[in-house]
């Protein structure tokens, strides 16, 4: 966990205008974080536009497309905490998980968080965290 997803991979407090700006920012921490190149990005938003990201209880989880795999140098998670909401297709989500998964690890990495999120408990912590180290500590089993 300690290299899928670091401290600077985290952004609190976010106020974000459209999901495109959201997705770009979810891509630029990967980016930053030496986890993809920038191609990457461009694939994220081309996957937005086959099929929303957006998979409920104010989750939103970008990514790149299949044939992003190679701009992918290392698995990576970044998280967007957006308390009031990013509008993603009428849907509003209030934490953006920016993944990339390197030989296939983003389908786990996607289940992973899908089941903590399935529980709006745990994406009230997080909408809430007041820390990075505390969105960390709740995304421990990711």
Not at 4 to 32: F, P, T, V, W
Not at 40 to 63: C, F, Q, V, W
Request: charged share 30%; proline share 1%; net charge negative.
């Amino acid at each position: 966990m300690s290299n899928i997803l670091r401290l600077e991979n985290i952004r609190m407090n976010e106020k974000i205008d459209n999901k495109y700006d959201a997705i770009r920012l979810a891509g630029e921490l990967l980016q930053e974080g030496g986890y993809v190149n920038e191609h990457y990005i461009d694939e994220m938003i081309k996957r937005e536009d086959l099929s929303t990201t957006y998979i409920g209880n104010d989750i939103a989880i970008p990514h790149g497309t299949e044939s992003a795999k190679n701009d992918v140098m290392e698995s990576g998670i970044s998280v967007i905490q957006v308390p009031e909401g990013v509008d993603f297709n009428g849907d509003k989500a209030r934490v953006v998980f920016g993944i990339a998964g390197k030989d296939n690890t983003h389908l786990e990495i996607l289940s992973n968080i899908a089941i903590f999120c399935s529980d709006m408990e745990n994406v009230e912590k997080l909408v809430s965290a007041k820390s990075k180290e505390e969105i960390m500590d709740l995304l421990g089993g990711i």
